[in-house]
C-alpha cells in the first residue's frame, strides 16, 4: 500500500500532525520515527526526566565551542523515541506571550497572530482546572496545574509576589507577566506526552502506520517535488517510500534543517562545500537558530524544610510504581513567574523557573545540603547561531552553534535578573527555609565578576527553534502555510518553523504548530485530490 503523506520525525509535533491526518480515514499516513517505544519508567515518571539525558533515547548532541561562553562545549539532549522531546521535557506546559504571535504576524507570517493561532491551542488541550476563552476541554492533551506542590515551591511564590510580582491563576491567558504554579502535562501522576495523547488513540486506526527505528536520510526530489523518503530501516537496509501528497519534517530544530540540507535544500554555497549537490538554494536553512540563555540561582534550605532532597529514594520509587502518587509525581518546576527586568519592554524578558531541589549541569551536578533553585530563562534572546551539515551522511550530526550571548545585552538582562532573584529571596515568606547562596554565590557580588560567572557557567533552556523558519525565500525556509519554498508538496511542521522564539517553553507552541500544519493540508485538498493530482505511491 503506498501513502498520502509522510512525517519525519514522531516527537512534539510530529504525532500531532500523523494524529490529526489520520483521522480522516480516506488519508493513508505513514509516521517516521528513528528511536524507539516511550513505554520506560523513566518517561513516564515525571521527576525522572533528565536520568533520560546522555541515553540511548537521547539524540545527545554537542555543540561547538561557544565563543561567548567561555569556549565551553554545551551538551543539547534531543529525544529519540516516540514523543520526542515530549517524552523527555519538564512538562511545562506555556504557550507564550501574545507579543510573539503579533510579532510573528507583523514580520510577515500572515495568519499566526496571537488571535489566529488561540483556536489551535485550545483544540488540543483537555485543561482540568481552567475554562475560559482560552483554555480547552476534551482535547488529547491532558493540562494541569501542579498538584501537591512543596512547601518550599509555595513558600517561593509567595516570596515573589512580596516582592512585587504579580500572583496569578494563569500564565497561559490573558496576561503572562506575574506568578503562578506550573502548568503541567501530566495525568494521574504520569507523564502525557504527545505519543500518549495523540498517537496513543490514532495507532488502532488502519491508515496509520508508524515505523520506529528508521534513519531518514534525505527527501527524494523529482521535477521540483518532493515524492519519497530515503531512510535505513533497523537491519540497515536503504528504502525509498513514496508519498502522493504532502510529505512533512517535524524532526525538530537540529534535525529539520539536517533533513534539508543532505536533500539539497539550503544554503548552496555551504552544500557545495560539504560535498551535497544543491537543488534549491535557501540561504535561511540552518540559520538563525534561536534558544534561550539559562543562568541558576541556588540557595541552600534549612534542613527542616528539604525540599525534594533525597527524592530519588526507594521508598519514593516503590511509591510511585505502586500508587502514581508521591515525590515522583512532580515535574520538578512547581512554580513560573514572568517578569520584565527593564519596565520599558512590551512583554516579559524573563522566565523564573521555581524549583524546590539543586539544580545545575542538567541535573548531574550534586549538592551534599537541601538548596533550591530559580532557573532564570532570557525569553527575549537576541543571538542567533546555527545548524550546518558537514556531510551528507545522515550517521553525522551537523555542526550546532547556539551563539548565546552573543550581545552584551542578554548579559546585561541576566545581570538584572539575578538582582531581582535576590530580592525575592530575601523576601519574609523565605524567612527560616533559606540558607546562604551557593551559585553564583556571595564571591560574585560585584558587577565585573557577575558577568565572567555568567558567561562561564550560563546554559541553553532546551528550546532550540527557528532553524528553518517562516519568512521569505532570502530569511526564512518556509511560507506562512509552511510550505518549503522552491519545492512542491514539501512542508515544516515544527518548532524549527518559528520565526522568533516563542517566550517561554516551547512544547505547547510546538504542539500548536502540528495543529496548524495538519490543518493547512486537510483544508488544502482532499486525499481524492492529492491522488488524481499524482499516480498513486508506491512502497520500495
Request: glycine residues 10%; proline residues 6%; contains cysteine.
Amino acid at each position: 500500500m503506498g501513502f498520502d503523506h509522510i512525517v519525519i520525525g514522531a516527537g512534539a509535533a510530529g504525532c500531532v500532525v500523523a494524529a490529526r491526518l489520520s483521522e480522516d480515514p480516506d488519508r493513508r499516513v505513514l509516521l517516521i520515527e528513528a528511536g524507539g517505544h516511550n513505554r520506560r519508567l523513566s518517561v513516564k515518571a515525571p521527576a525522572a526526566f533528565a536520568s533520560q539525558f546522555d541515553t540511548k533515547l537521547d539524540w545527545a548532541y554537542r555543540t561547538e565551542p561557544e565563543e561567548h561562553l567561555a569556549g565551553r562545549e554545551l551538551f543539547h539532549p534531543r529525544g529519540r523515541l516516540l514523543g520526542g522531546c515530549s517524552s523527555m521535557n519538564a512538562m511545562m506546559y506555556v504557550r507564550g506571550s501574545a507579543h510573539d504571535f503579533d510579532s510573528w504576524e507583523a514580520g510577515g507570517a500572515t495568519g499566526w497572530s496571537a488571535e489566529d493561532v488561540l483556536p489551535f491551542f485550545v483544540r488540543s488541550e483537555d485543561n482540568e482546572d481552567l475554562r475560559d476563552r482560552y483554555h480547552g476541554q476534551g482535547g488529547p492533551l491532558h493540562v494541569q496545574t501542579v498538584r501537591d506542590p512543596d512547601p518550599v515551591t509555595l513558600a517561593t511564590v509567595e516570596a515573589c509576589a512580596q516582592a512585587g510580582i504579580t500572583r496569578r491563576d494563569d500564565i497561559n491567558g490573558e496576561h503572562q507577566d506575574g506568578v503562578a504554579l506550573t502548568q503541567v502535562n501530566v495525568r494521574d501522576g504520569v507523564r502525557h506526552d504527545t505519543a500518549t495523547a495523540f498517537l496513543g488513540p490514532a495507532r488502532r486506526r488502519p491508515n496509520l502506520e508508524i515505523l520506529t527505528g528508521a534513519l531518514v536520510h534525505r527527501v527524494v526530489l523529482r521535477g521540483g517535488r518532493a515524492v519519497a523518503v530515503e531512510l535505513s530501516d533497523r537491519r540497515n537496509r536503504i528504502r525509498q517510500i513514496e508519498a502522493s501528497g504532502d510529505i512533512v519534517l517535524c524532526a525538530g530544530a537540529f534535525g529539520t534543517p539536517e533533513v534539508l540540507q543532505r536533500s539539497g535544500i539550503g544554503p548552496a554555497e555551504h552544500l557545495r562545500a560539504v560535498g551535497i549537490a544543491p537543488a534549491v538554494d535557501l540561504p535561511a536553512v540552518g540559520h538563525h537558530l534561536m534558544d534561550h540563555p539559562f543562568q541558576f540561582v541556588n540557595v541552600e534550605l534549612d534542613e527542616r524544610t528539604p525540599g525534594l532532597f533525597g527524592i530519588e529514594h526507594p521508598r519514593n520509587v516503590a511509591r510511585w510504581l505502586a500508587t502514581r502518587k508521591g515525590p515522583l509525581t512532580t515535574n520538578v518546576g512547581e512554580g513560573l513567574a514572568f517578569i520584565r527586568t527593564d519596565p520599558s519592554l512590551p512583554a516579559a524578558d524573563v522566565e523564573l523557573v521555581i524549583a524546590p531541589i539543586y539544580f545545575w549541569e542538567h541535573g548531574r551536578g550534586q549538592h551534599p545540603r537541601p538548596a533550591f533553585s530559580i532557573g532564570l530563562s532570557l525569553v527575549a534572546p537576541e543571538s542567533r547561531g546555527s545548524v550546518l551539515v558537514s556531510s551528507g551522511d545522515p550517521t553525522q550530526k551537523a555542526r550546532v552553534r547556539l551563539n548565546l550571548l552573543s550581545q552584551g545585552s542578554e548579559v546585561d538582562a541576566i545581570v538584572r535578573a539575578i538582582q531581582r532573584t535576590r530580592e525575592i529571596v530575601a523576601q519574609p515568606a523565605l524567612d527560616g527555609i533559606r540558607g546562604p547562596e551557593i551559585n553564583p554565590g556571595p564571591w560574585t557580588a560585584d558587577d565585573g565578576s557577575l558577568r565572567g560567572f555568567i558567561r562561564h557557567t550560563a546554559q541553553h533552556t532546551y528550546h532550540p527553534a527557528c532553524s528553518a523558519r517562516i519568512g521569505s525565500p532570502e530569511e526564512g525556509a518556509c511560507d506562512p502555510e509552511l510550505r518549503v519554498h522552491g519545492v512542491e508538496g514539501l512542508r515544516i511542521g515544527d518548532a524549527s518553523a518559528m520565526p522568533t522564539v516563542t517566550r517561554g517553553n516551547t512544547h505547547a507552541p510546538t504542539i500548536m504548530i502540528g495543529e496548524r500544519c495538519a490543518d493547512f493540508i486537510r483544508r488544502g485538498a482532499s486525499a481524492e485530490q492529492v491522488r488524481e493530482a499524482r499516480p498513486a505511491a508506491t512502497t520500495a
